[in-house]
């Protein structure tokens, strides 16, 4: 049983009284993320240098805390939902961008900071940071690293791992790595790679050395209004099939259509079946080219209108509904639940439709909402968790669509990560062998298996005797999700 009063002592003498919290409130709110589950955790810490972080995991590794990395908590999958005695080391106050080289085009940056504050901050040099997911106004680079988020430019420029040259990570005895380094490619296993995305499994990331990206010089943003879904998902498709990868291509059904436009008063048509959102960049002449063979696209699949922004306020305008989608479906219902899971562009016209069979099945209101350009799906499913029975039937269809997408070649996750909620499904898509050799690399960086424990792999997933969870016994760690974590 780990003595939490000790530990509490010597983290309030290593990083101040205040930037240490133990009280009920704050143990409420850092027991979960954005997602549906629930845990609970012993101590909360802020640290401000890298120096807070390492005392942190000092102390962890005393007194044999879990320790649970957080950024903003906007996480999607429970990465961030602490079990257990655990201590939360949140790095919200660790938020300066230390040093951008536009002749390098890179930036160092803390963990701490925004995604949106990096754009903003390389903006007026002609730069961007690429990688946007939809919640860029308050998700943390530290987090965007460890989930290895997406966004809707990363159609054209890749997801976050394609931009992160460096990491800077304390491991759970609290020595300090530089993974990767300025200079792209170097040689030797990719220890980098496996740091992006890992969900704070193997360490907490104090530092990132971030690609900037030049601004393009011409954008055209269109919106496409279509009367049937299956001919708004299939001119994806045929667009891309056609040669031209778009920066971005999102789409949205009637559902999110009616109620981002309710909140954002984009225009937005709401009688259309689905919209797609389409931006192409470039050079003038290559944004001609493409928005041309983005209309020819539309026009085979029967598009009603082709809205084209224009200027920039207009542009902003339709991707502020875009961002603000999963907000504004509150207005459906109190609660909501989603996958991302990825399936091949090709098949997203017959999974659409068999996400809304499975929801009509189970009697739940889904919209969707996505990178459809990735084949990345969000279905939401909306709900009421207080009316008695609805979580089950939540819980069931969310498993038949993560089974539909798997079936259909997909993967679990495009962006959000595993986590907590999408764990135990880990085995539809990877074999005991694969599953093993995962716990195998997690070992190599926490062979007491205390950096968040019970995320991503799921119980069964050994490494000799390696213990995915640090004193949890057999049985509790095989179960799946404890019952009464859903909120
Ligand atoms: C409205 C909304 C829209 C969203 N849109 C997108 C989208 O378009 N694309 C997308 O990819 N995601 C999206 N997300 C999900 C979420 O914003 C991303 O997963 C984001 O990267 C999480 O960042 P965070 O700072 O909130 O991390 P958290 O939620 O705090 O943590 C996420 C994971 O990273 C780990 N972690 C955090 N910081 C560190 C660190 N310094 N060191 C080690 N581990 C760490 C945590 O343990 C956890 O496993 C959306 C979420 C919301 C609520």
């Given at each position: 049983m780990a003595d939490v009063d000790a530990a509490r002592r010597e983290l309030e003498e290593a990083l101040g009284t205040t930037e240490v919290l133990s009280d009920p409130l704050a143990l409420t709110l850092y027991a979960r993320d954005a997602a549906m589950v629930e845990g609970g955790c012993a101590l909360v810490a802020f640290p401000h240098t890298v120096e807070d972080v390492v005392a942190c995991m000092q102390v962890a590794a005393r007194h044999a805390l879990p320790v649970v990395p957080r950024g903003s908590g906007t996480g999607l999958a429970g990465g961030a939902t602490p079990i257990g005695d655990a201590l939360v080391v949140v790095?919200?106050?660790?938020?300066?961008?230390l040093e951008v080289r536009p002749e390098d085009r890179l930036a160092w940056v803390e963990p701490g900071v925004l995604n949106l504050d990096l754009a903003n901050a390389v903006a007026p040099l002609g730069f961007t940071y690429a990688p946007d997911p939809s919640s860029q106004q308050t998700c943390s680079i530290g987090g965007n690293v460890n989930t290895n988020a997406g966004g809707p430019h990363c159609l054209a420029y890749g997801v976050t791992s394609s931009h992160v040259l460096a990491v800077d990570v304390v491991l759970p005895d609290g020595t300090v790595e530089r993974f990767g380094s300025e200079a792209p490619e170097a040689p030797g296993y990719d220890l980098r790679g496996i740091l992006i995305g890992s969900e704070g499994t193997l360490g907490i990331v104090v530092g990132a050395c971030v690609r900037l990206t030049p601004e393009p010089p011409a954008v055209r943003t269109m919106l496409l209004d279509f009367s049937a879904v299956k001919d708004c998902a299939a001119t994806v498709s045929s667009i891309i099939a056609g040669g031209v990868v778009p920066a971005a291509v999102e789409m949205m059904d009637h559902g999110i259509i009616v109620a981002a436009e309710s909140f954002a008063h984009a225009g937005y048509p709401t009688d259309a079946a689905a919209v797609l959102l389409v931006e192409v960049d470039g050079l003038p002449e290559a944004v001609e080219a493409q928005s041309r063979a983005v209309e020819n696209a539309a026009r085979d699949h029967g598009v009603r209108t082709i809205r084209v922004a224009a200027d920039d306020a207009e542009r902003a305008l339709l991707w502020k509904g875009r961002k603000s989608a999963f907000g504004a479906v509150a207005q459906i219902a109190p609660h909501y639940h989603l996958h991302d899971c990825v399936v091949p562009r090709s098949k997203l016209v017959d999974v659409l439709a068999g996400v809304y069979e499975i929801a009509g099945r189970h009697d739940i209101i889904v919209t969707n909402v996505f990178h459809a350009g990735d084949g990345n799906l969000h279905p939401l499913l909306s709900f009421d968790r207080r009316i008695p029975g609805t979580l089950e039937r939540v819980l069931s269809a969310s498993e038949q669509i993560v089974r539909l997408c798997v079936n259909n070649g997909g993967s679990l996750s495009g962006e959000h990560g595993i986590g907590l909620e999408k764990r135990d499904f880990m085995p539809l898509m990877f074999s005991e062998v694969d599953l093993g050799a995962q716990a195998c690399v997690r070992a190599a960086f926490d062979p007491e298996g205390r950096m968040n424990p019970h995320k991503v792999l799921p119980a069964g997933a050994r490494c000799g005797d390696f213990a995915m969870a640090r004193g949890t016994d057999a049985a509790q760690a095989a179960q799946s999700i404890p019952e009464g974590s859903w909120i």
């Open positions: 790095t919200s106050k660790m938020d300066r961008i």
